[in-house]
């Protein structure tokens, strides 16, 4: 009788084992996890080693004060271009737009904690309402945001987002240098990282998701 015991509890320790195992196995499975910093850059997303602080800015959209006050509380995906520009921007700014829509499509409630804003590196043609404009001409959500060149630029150095400006120009269709790239701003307003271009709306859409579904599972984040 003694060793029947023996076998017994022997067979249910094994299942049990067995069990855990198969649970465990599942559970890694099905839960989904942060990707990790290899496969952000593979969607071309670079997180920076320490995010980092803005010097504060004073800027406009539309007929608004547009201040680091503006970068608060939400991400913020940021674009520099202009509303002239013939080919880049446009793309750019029509991928950004799909970016949204897969966004819309797969996560709703994540487009809550995101903004998606351009901000004109040619201020002399843009002002703030025609950049605003610009912007919801993509998606009626969008930002678009002009002002003082010194201002631009503060904020386009703050971000790693190069431009040549053009001040002052006798020709009204001149074309602009800049960045491509796009920066993306963590809800306590400081520089967290950039995707590099050219850009691709499934990937961006990918890592965003990603950033803000576990920066919302975790508390300490900002």
Same mark, same amino acid.
């Given at each position: 009788?003694?060793?029947?015991?023996?076998?017994?509890?022997?067979?249910?320790?094994?299942?049990?084992?067995?069990?855990?195992?198969?649970?465990?196995?599942? *559970?890694?499975?099905?839960?989904? !996890?942060?990707?990790?910093?290899?496969?952000?850059?593979?969607?071309?997303? +670079? $997180? #920076?080693? /320490?995010?980092?602080?803005?010097?504060?800015?004073?800027?406009?959209?539309?007929?608004?004060?547009?201040?680091?006050?503006?970068?608060?509380?939400?991400?913020?995906?940021?674009?520099?271009?202009?509303?002239?520009?013939?080919?880049?921007?446009?793309?750019?700014?029509?991928?950004?737009?799909?970016?949204?829509?897969?966004?819309?499509?797969?996560?709703?409630?994540?487009?809550?904690?995101?903004?998606?804003?351009?901000?004109?590196?040619?201020?002399?043609?843009?002002?703030?309402?025609?950049?605003?404009? *610009?912007?919801?001409?993509?998606? !009626?959500?969008?930002?678009?945001?002009?002002?003082?060149?010194?201002?631009? +630029? $503060? #904020?386009? /150095?703050?971000?790693?987002?190069?431009?040549?400006?053009?001040?002052?120009?006798?020709?009204?269709?001149?074309?602009?240098?800049?960045?491509?790239?796009?920066?993306?701003?963590?809800?306590?307003?400081?520089?967290?990282?950039?995707?590099?271009?050219?850009?691709?709306?499934?990937?961006?859409?990918?890592?965003?998701?990603?950033?803000?579904?576990?920066?919302?599972?975790?508390?300490?984040?900002?």
């Amino acid at each position: 009788m003694s060793q029947n015991n023996n076998i017994r509890y022997t067979v249910i320790s094994c299942l049990a084992i067995i069990s855990m195992v198969i649970g465990l196995f599942v *559970y890694d499975t099905v839960t989904e !996890k942060e990707l990790t910093a290899d496969q952000y850059k593979l969607l071309k997303f +670079y $997180k #920076l080693n /320490t995010k980092r602080e803005l010097s504060d800015f004073k800027l406009a959209s539309g007929n608004e004060a547009f201040t680091n006050d503006n970068f608060k509380d939400q991400w913020n995906l940021i674009f520099m271009g202009f509303a002239s520009c013939p080919d880049m921007c446009p793309m750019t700014m029509n991928q950004i737009a799909k970016t949204s829509d897969l966004l819309a499509a797969e996560s709703p409630e994540l487009l809550k904690d995101i903004t998606f804003t351009m901000v004109s590196v040619d201020p002399d043609r843009d002002t703030p309402i025609k950049i605003m404009n *610009y912007a919801q001409a993509f998606n !009626k959500d969008f930002v678009g945001v002009s002002g003082a060149i010194d201002e631009i +630029y $503060k #904020l386009a /150095t703050n971000l790693t987002l190069p431009f040549v400006p053009v001040l002052n120009s006798t020709e009204n269709n001149y074309d602009m240098d800049h960045s491509m790239n796009l920066a993306l701003i963590s809800p306590d307003g400081k520089y967290y990282g950039f995707f590099k271009s050219p850009h691709n709306p499934e990937n961006l859409a990918k890592a965003l998701k990603s950033l803000i579904t576990f920066a919302r599972s975790s508390p300490n984040f900002c």
